[in-house]
């Protein structure tokens, strides 16, 4: 079983960046899918990006494209979500997912299908 662990977050003005790690203790980490998922003040949770358990296949959500890269580091159990040109609307409590699946290079985009969840880091974007 994995305890996904989100850090990195904080206070950034708008256009500027930050780094969100998720890090797990699972050994075998590497054999898990990964997504990122955000929850705004009074909205619901909303997937973010996804990674493949090798890194090569990833997927975002439009709003992101071209300014979040999600990455990872199996070595280091890290899997990353730098963003940059960050917006006020980005605010928000980011949640790291896993899922065991192998060496299967599934890109997973629903809450539902994911396992573990972290405990989230804070995201604001001040205007």
């Known amino acids: 079983q994995v305890q996904p662990v989100e850090s990195g977050g904080g206070l950034v003005q708008a256009g500027g960046s930050l780094r969100l790690s998720c890090a797990a203790s699972?050994?075998?980490?590497?054999?898990?899918?990964v997504g990122w998922f955000r929850q705004a003040p009074g909205k619901e949770r909303d997937f973010v990006a996804a990674?493949?358990?090798?890194?090569?296949?990833?997927h975002y959500t439009d709003s992101v494209k071209g300014r979040f890269t999600i990455s990872r580091d199996n070595a280091k159990k890290t899997v990353y979500l730098q963003m940059i040109s960050l917006k006020p609307e980005d605010t928000a409590v980011y949640y790291c997912?896993?899922?065991?699946?192998?060496?299967?290079?599934?890109?997973?985009?629903?809450?539902?299908?994911?396992?573990?969840w972290g405990q989230g880091t804070q995201v604001t974007v001040s205007s």
């Open positions: 699972e050994y075998t980490f590497g054999d898990y899918a």
């Open positions: 997912a896993a899922k065991w699946v192998l060496h299967s290079t599934v890109v997973l985009t629903s809450e539902s299908d994911y396992d573990y």
């Open positions: 990674i493949s358990w090798n890194g090569l296949n990833t």
